[in-house]
């Protein structure tokens, strides 16, 4: 690295780092281990279905860290507050409520109940798009729309895969309202025309008039965790494979969810309805895996599908 202000020695010389510095490619890694090594003097240990969660054996302690913001959970008081003092004695830290955590706006309603929502985000996308002050509408997709591959291609300078990003990030987190909206318009990035954006467009329309919802934890709902699947036979019109959608709730509030085109054309909407439950089985046991170490996912997972010949099929599978 150069040499830093006020300890130049008058040459060209640069000087070696004996240890990792903030912004290197291995900056990310260095800190990682040396939370983790952190964690582990605490009594703490990194799960092994998802390296972002760290709890103890008695599981007093819930430790969520992502790079250098974490949120921990506990039903022990004097646990936490050990923990903590821990962590201000190794580390430079600022310690409050769980209000905002990765773009997520979180509200701590009566009765224990949870309400998660990206109202702020909503704004700010449609600000930095300058939607500010646009009118509403009712859905994410006008009903019944087409993309052809005939309309106007977009010039270079329209921000599409910037929007697309801001919008897919409001999709994963907590908006599964959108997520099948922006999943289509993200498979053509390279070559997007002006059908497109149009749509893009409409979707802020839609988050204009929907920038406060989210999802809500109910505390007195079960916490089984149940899974929807459905299928859109041949909705895709220009190659005619089917579209597949999830969701799993827990709480009473969707937990993970999923919108993607099947990667094979089903010959049938039995075929369709089919695969996208046989999708959502396996992802089911990631979700399972992941929430059973919080002990969130203690009963069997149900899977509901609308198609009473699968429901039959996964019963007595036959050959016509």
């Not at 780092?17 to 912004?23: D, E, R």
């Not at 900056?27 to 003097?41: C, L, Q």
Request: hydrophobic fraction near 35%; charged fraction near 20%.
């Amino acid at each position: 690295m150069h040499q830093h202000q006020g300890f130049e020695d008058g040459t060209v010389q640069v000087c070696k780092l004996l240890k990792s510095n903030y912004g290197l490619k291995q900056a990310p890694r260095v800190w990682n281990e040396r939370f983790k090594s952190f964690a582990m003097k605490c009594g703490l240990k990194q799960s092994n279905s998802d390296p972002c969660l760290f709890l103890n054996d008695e599981k007093s302690i819930y430790l969520f860290v992502y790079v250098d913001d974490g949120i921990i959970a506990s039903e022990d008081e004097q646990a936490v507050k050990q923990f903590l003092e821990k962590l201000k004695s190794e580390f430079s830290v600022v310690i409050g409520v769980a209000n905002y955590f990765l773009g997520m706006q979180i509200e701590c309603l009566e009765y224990g109940d949870m309400f998660v929502h990206q109202e702020g985000y909503c704004r700010k996308i449609l600000k930095h798009f300058e939607m500010s002050e646009c009118n509403s509408v009712s859905t994410p997709v006008e009903k019944s729309i087409i993309t052809t591959y005939h309309s106007e291609f977009l010039p270079a300078t329209v921000p599409y895969r910037e929007a697309i990003g801001s919008l897919m990030f409001l999709a994963i987190v907590s908006r599964p309202d959108i997520s099948y909206a922006v999943g289509v318009l993200s498979q053509v990035l390279d070559k997007p025309q002006q059908v497109h954006w149009n749509m893009i467009k409409r979707i802020m329309r839609y988050l204009k008039g929907t920038e406060k919802c989210g999802i809500l934890f109910q505390f007195n709902e079960d916490n089984t965790l149940q899974c929807f699947t459905d299928s859109d036979y041949a909705g895709d019109p220009l190659s005619r494979r089917s579209i597949s959608g999830m969701i799993f709730m827990s709480y009473g509030g969707a937990v993970s969810w999923r919108s993607q085109r099947q990667s094979c054309i089903a010959l049938s909407t039995t075929e369709a309805e089919f695969i996208a439950a046989s999708q959502a089985a396996k992802r089911g046991c990631l979700v399972r895996q992941s929430f059973s170490r919080i002990e969130v996912c203690t009963h069997d997972t149900s899977l509901a599908n609308g198609q009473s010949k699968c429901h039959q099929i996964s019963k007595k599978p036959r050959l016509p």
